[in-house]
């Protein structure tokens, strides 16, 4: 039976460069399970196929605007009956629990940037199959971070390695951070903080917006309403996990 390492949260303070350190001199140890395995030298992902085999995605009848599975509701869940998103409807890989949310801290708050390499094929066949031929456009990152954000590390390889068409048209100014916000709070936070560059051109009619963790919609509904202002008629979503 395979063992389990400790989680990223329980894991210990990140040292400043231990982590690409680390990746470089044992790349084939995987985050789930520990294990060594052997990684081809063009997959770099650190999850052996075991484990990804194990990870559960999103199946069953799901809501029509957020992606939230649906128990005894009818479309649409409970949550977006209530709350009105610029985006016609969002789909996730993922729930945001266990083997997944550890596996988003790893690539978020240590650093495990390989991480990139397993995210970016199961992105690049859910575009595929839910919204094939349509331009992503990524979520833009707090001016801070840059090309050094999760998202945009994600979006160079649906480029490079899946041909997705990838528009890099919005900015996002510095703020206030959203995670202890609710989705009326993250909404007046963002506010006038995310437009689309000038001098791009026209957009496409249609556009998947991308991210990696679904928590509010907040967010994907800003970016959503700045695109729709600069003529695109429809917005969809898309993101690695979905907070339930």
Same mark, same amino acid.
């Given at each position: 039976m395979k063992r389990r390492v400790a989680s990223a949260e329980n894991a210990g =303070?990140?040292?400043?460069?231990?982590?690409?350190?680390?990746?470089?001199?044992?790349?084939?140890?995987?985050?789930?399970?520990?294990?060594?395995?052997?990684?081809?030298?063009?997959?770099?992902?650190?999850v052996c196929p075991d484990c990804a085999a194990d990870l559960l995605p999103m199946v069953g009848r799901l809501c029509s605007r957020c992606g939230t599975p649906l128990v005894s509701e009818d479309g649409t869940c409970c949550r977006c009956r209530g709350t009105e998103f610029a985006f016609l409807g969002h789909r996730s890989l993922f729930p945001y629990s266990g083997t997944v949310r550890d596996l988003m801290a790893h690539y978020k708050i240590r650093g495990r940037r390989s991480l990139a390499f397993f995210f970016a094929?199961?992105?690049?066949?859910? #575009? %595929? %199959?839910?919204?094939?031929?349509?331009?992503?456009?990524?979520v833009p990152p707090r001016p801070h971070k840059g090309r050094r954000d999760g998202v945009e590390r994600i979006a160079r390889i649906l480029e490079r390695r899946?041909?997705?068409?990838?528009? @890099?048209?919005? @900015?996002? $100014?510095?703020? /206030?951070?959203?995670?202890?916000?609710?989705?009326? /709070? @993250?909404?007046?936070?963002?506010?006038?903080?995310?437009? +689309?560059?000038?001098?791009?051109? /026209?957009? =496409?009619? %249609?556009?998947? #917006?991308?991210?990696? +963790?679904?928590?509010?919609?907040? $967010?994907?509904?800003?970016?959503?309403?700045?695109? #729709?202002? /600069?003529? +695109?008629?429809? +917005?969809y979503a898309a993101s690695i996990a979905i907070d339930l």
């Open positions: =303070p990140a040292v400043p460069g231990t982590a690409v350190v680390l990746e470089a001199l044992f790349p084939g140890r995987c985050l789930v399970c520990g294990e060594w395995m052997p990684i081809p030298p063009k997959s770099r992902a650190p094929p199961l992105l690049a066949g859910m #575009l %595929s %199959s839910a919204y094939a031929g349509l331009d992503v456009v990524p899946h041909g997705v068409r990838v528009r @890099r048209v919005l @900015r996002r $100014t510095e703020g /206030a951070a959203q995670k202890t916000l609710d989705f009326a /709070a @993250r909404q007046r936070n963002l506010e006038g903080r995310i437009r +689309v560059l000038a001098g791009i051109g /026209a957009l =496409p009619e %249609s556009i998947v #917006l991308m991210d990696d +963790v679904f928590t509010t919609g907040a $967010t994907m509904d800003a970016c959503a309403r700045a695109l #729709l202002s /600069a003529g +695109v008629r429809t +917005v």
